[in-house]
Structure formats: C-alpha cells, structure tokens
C-alpha cells in the first residue's frame, strides 16, 4: 500500500473517530436507571456529564444540571476534562493531518509532510487514548455501584454514550497509528531512491594547451625514451643499420 493511500485511509478514519468522540460529550445517555426487576417502567433516570434527568411514561424530561464544577464528583471532573482534551487534540490532528499528506499542496517537501502527518497521528492516538479514559472510568463507576450489594441508591446501566465514545476512541487510535507508519513507508522510498541514484563515468577529457589554429595529429608518435642505457636498445627486425 502506498503511502498517500495509506494517509487517505488513515486521515477518513481517525477523522471520523474524532466525530464519533465529539459527539459523544454532549450526549445524554452516558447511563440509565436498571429495569432489572420491575415490570412496568414509569420512570426513567439518566444522566451525562452536565446533567441529570427523569423521564416519565408521557416522556416529559424534568432536568437538572450540575450545580457547581467544584461541588462535583471527582470521577465527573476527570471525565469531563478528558473528554474536552480529546476533541482539542483530534481538531487540531485533523488539521495537521491535512498540512501533512501527500495529496496537499502545502506544508514543504515530502519530508517535512512526513513528519507532519506522523505528528498528526500522534495527536489522534492520544485523542483516542483520552476517550477511552474518560468512557471507562465512568463505566467503571456505573459497574462498581450496581454490582455493590451495600449500595442502596439508584442503580444505573451503561448508556449508549459510552458505547459510542469507545467506538470513537477505537478509531482514533486505529487511523493515528496507519499515519504514524506511514513515514515508515516515506523514508524508506526516499533511501532507496537515494541509494540507487545513477552515478555517470568520471569525464577524461583533456583540454588542449596548445594555441587556436594549431592542430595536432592524433597519432602523433611519442618521442623515444632516452631514460634507458645506450647498449640495452631493442631495433625491429625492418630498421636499417
């Protein structure tokens, strides 16, 4: 696979991971009252991260937010600051993202986009990794309650919120890692194309010293060697005494 194909796939899918984790804070179903034991349903509870409400069999919703950031459980506050994380760090990959694929006209030479894309996988990993945190550990809560015999309260299920989040987060780790290994595939195009780069013969062209309008033959006889001892001279066979 390519590696412009390969930031395509990469970019549709943590894109659309980052869609899933947005649209997963302002949801309502982040858990809902159990129905285990009851036979008519004349009430429901659910709530989210900003709110909690009760819904009657007419399916009128009476609602209220969460008095004060501070007031607050703690789960609630690490949820919410999780999740707000994660949409910045996938708005911001997905902005990168664009910069550093192949199929872009800005952001330099394919090296540089390289490393831009690979940055923006890392951003849509830790988007994903931030969800996730967020999803299960509010889902950690909702199962640690209903399955505490001592626990006397409302009991509450998973909603469909937290399902929805952990899809998210899924792909965003997913698309992250195919742009992070796509500058494996760069580099290694790059070094091969560096490593068989034609090199041509040395030129040997020598430039004449003599002047212009002097032509010299080109089998010119050398001049005989005088370096030898007189009486160590070979003749041909045709040479005259």
Known sequence: MSSMLQEIVGFIVSTSGWVLVSSTLPTDYWKVSSLDGTVITTATYWSNLW??????????????????????DGFIQACRGLMIAAICLGFFGSIFALVGMKCTKIGGTDKVKANIACFAGVNFILS????????????????????DPMY???????????????????????????????????????????KYIYRGAP?????????RGQATSVNQRLPPDYSSPPGSQHFDKNAYV
């Open 51 to 72: 709110k909690a409400c009760v819904t009657d069999s007419t399916g009128v919703s009476n609602c209220k937010d969460f008095p004060s950031l501070l007031a607050l």
């Open 128 to 147: 994903g990794l931030c969800s996730l945190s967020a999803c299960s550990l509010y889902a950690h809560r909702i199962t640690s309650e209903f399955f």
């Open 203 to 211: 030129s040997h062209s020598h430039i004449s010293s003599h002047p």
């Open 152 to 194: 006397i309260a409302q009991k509450y299920e998973l909603g469909a919120a937290l399902f929805i989040g952990w899809a998210g987060s899924v792909l965003c780790i997913i698309g992250g890692s195919v742009l992070c290994f796509s500058i494996a595939d760069s580099c290694s195009k790059s070094r091969s194309q560096v």
